[in-house]
């Protein structure tokens, strides 16, 4: 079987400013693949390539055997492909139901089933205490949340989380850990940009090391924590030799 | 929840009908034309905002060029009547239809643009609208177009006698604007909508066509204020440019759904209630010194209250904060 989802030779410039060089990465259906590396790697500009927020300079994007690289954003998320945003982008004067609803008429035309999915999603979230509340009125935390809701009532195939577990308490995190847990045993694909290593490591089934927009190393995670090449990314020469 | 929801569109829709039928029976008690004239200014506008609440409250995208369309389906009205014989109940559905095509047209380069640039877009649209209207010798130019009268009648849509009958369908197009808003906004479209509103980049990613939602509200916005239009035409029975196409129109539609609550459902009609009667009644006591007190009065109050309630005036009824923002 073909891989979910599959970036081949992906460049993107910015004017002078190269963000993603020969990029070729895969995901396979059922993983949890972690996006990993330091500031600037281009862990976000290629979540964009695939999320289809811009076109790859040079390149194509392969989703479901299918060659997605010109669709629109609206059009991936159509063919299954589900995002949240890294700042988090809630639809500030709805309520978290109506947040929802958006996400979910994307498969539901008839606005009681649409309601009745969103429901659902909210239930397994773990958001349906606050389904009245608007969303502006929402901690931080249940933001986060809220972007996981919405793209999983769009009922993707592949759902991109862009640093999702960032900037949340422990606790916080552990709850969104297993939250990521439970999509992927729905039998979604997880993708994930993180910068919490610790917390990332032990729930992806592989990760990919981004450093200066290209592939630097691809494996398990544990494997790849031990890698001197990553250790060398994001701690500096000094701290490869000793290891 | 979803009872909750349900129960409350549906009182939405109770208290629609029996204003309704009580603004139906205003005229048995209000004799007086210049009052009837007042009311039914106000029905009108309550419409007209009513629709431009649809593009520029509900989707965000703020026009103050409104004027076009209005301007636009008084004209097609006239010219097909006068020109051509066509009844007006015609013309003004065709002047709805070019209105609407015209809304897609413009929309095509400039639903690109975003926030302030888009306004700006707007305003000089119909600022090019109205300079070739005024220029435009086979519609009459500067002059405008006088409606033959040719005594009372509904298939002609002309009443010289009584204002009744335009009362009553200007109340018609109120609801019918009402109706259609409470209608589209639990609709697949009026969620995408506000979404659009709130976040574009947020709503692509579910899957939302961004400018096809716009182009949709602009050629729903753009139809019924030119159904409107078509009214206000039969309503004067005399049209020139700045008549149905100044800058005026654009704000008096837009100031109704601001001050009573941009993107609700009840904002509008709470609005035009408001704030055309004022109008009138300002311009009328105050405003023939001269001097401009009914415009000093009129817009310390519209500070006033955008200052106090910056949510509109419908936010003052909603019970919980939950409810402020949407309904």
Redesign the interface.
């Given at each position: 079987m073909t891989a979910l989802l599959e970036t081949r030779g992906v460049w993107q410039r910015f004017g002078g400013l190269v963000a993603n060089s020969d990029v070729s990465i895969s995901v396979g259906r059922g993983e949890i693949v972690g996006l990993i590396g330091p500031n600037g790697a281009g862990k976000s500009t290629l979540f964009n390539l695939i999320a289809g927020v811009l076109p790859p300079t040079q390149g194509s994007i392969w989703f479901d055997g299918e060659d997605v690289t010109k669709l629109p954003a609206a059009e991936r998320c159509q063919r299954g492909v589900g995002r949240t945003f890294q700042v988090v982008k809630s639809f500030e004067t709805m309520t978290v139901i109506d947040n929802v609803i958006v996400g979910a008429l994307v498969r539901n035309t008839v606005m009681r089933e649409a309601r009745r999915k969103a429901h659902e999603v909210l239930e397994f979230t773990g958001l349906a205490a606050r389904a009245d509340v608007l969303a502006s009125d929402l901690v931080p935390a249940e933001k986060r949340r809220l972007e996981v809701a919405r793209a999983l009532a769009t009922e993707p195939k592949l759902l991109l989380l862009d640093e999702v577990l960032t900037g949340l308490t422990p606790t916080e995190a552990q709850t969104g850990v297993a939250l990521v847990r439970k999509v992927r045993d729905t039998g979604i694909t997880v993708l994930m940009v993180e910068h919490v290593m610790e917390i990332v490591m032990p729930l992806v089934d592989r990760a990919i090391v981004l450093d200066l927009g290209k592939v630097l190393v691809e494996g398990t995670p544990a494997d790849v924590v031990r890698d001197p090449k990553v250790i060398k990314a994001y701690l500096g020469d000094r701290h490869a030799v000793g290891a | 929840?979803?009872k909750?929801?349900t129960a409350r569109r549906r009182r939405d829709l109770i208290i629609a009908a029996v204003l309704a039928a009580l603004a139906a029976l205003a005229p048995l008690f209000v004799k007086n034309v210049y009052i009837q004239n007042i009311l039914v200014l106000t029905l009108m506008y309550a419409a007209l905002s009513q629709s431009w609440n649809i593009l520029s409250g509900y989707c965000g995208q703020i026009s103050l060029g409104h004027a076009l369309y209005f301007g636009i389906g008084a004209y097609t009205t006239e010219l097909l009547f006068t020109k051509f014989g066509v009844l007006p109940w015609f013309g003004m559905l065709a002047g709805g239809a070019i209105a609407a095509l015209i809304a897609m047209g413009l929309g095509y380069p400039f639903f690109r643009l975003r926030g302030h640039y888009f306004v700006i877009a707007t305003i000089v649209i119909a600022e090019i609208g109205l300079l070739l209207f005024q220029n435009w010798e086979w519609a009459g130019a500067a002059m405008g177009i006088t409606i033959p009268v040719r005594g009372d009648s509904w298939l002609k849509f002309q009443f010289m006698r009584s204002k009744l009958p335009y009362f009553y369908f200007a109340l018609a197009l109120c609801c019918l604007a009402w109706f259609v808003t409470w209608w589209l906004e639990?609709?697949?479209w009026g969620?995408?909508w506000?979404?659009v509103?709130?976040?574009p980049?947020?709503?692509?990613?579910?899957?939302?066509?961004?400018f096809n939602s716009k182009m949709g509200a602009a050629a729903v916005s753009a139809f019924l204020v030119a159904v409107g239009g078509a009214f206000y035409a039969q309503f004067l029975a005399y049209i020139d440019p700045e008549s149905v196409m100044g800058f005026q129109f654009s704000l008096l539609m837009a100031l109704p759904a601001v001050l009573g609550g941009i993107?609700t459902l009840w904002g509008p009609v709470l609005g035009a209630a408001i704030l055309i009667p004022m109008t009138e009644l300002t311009r009328s006591y105050i405003g023939g010194s001269g001097r401009g007190v009914d415009l000093i009065v009129y817009g310390g109050l519209i500070v006033a209250i955008s200052l106090a309630l910056p949510q509109g005036l419908v936010s003052l009824f909603s019970r919980s904060?939950?409810k402020g923002?949407?309904r």
């Open positions: - | 929840m979803d909750n929801y639990d609709s697949k969620f995408w506000r979404a509103k709130d976040n980049d947020a709503a692509e990613s579910l899957g939302v066509v961004v993107g904060k939950a923002a949407t």
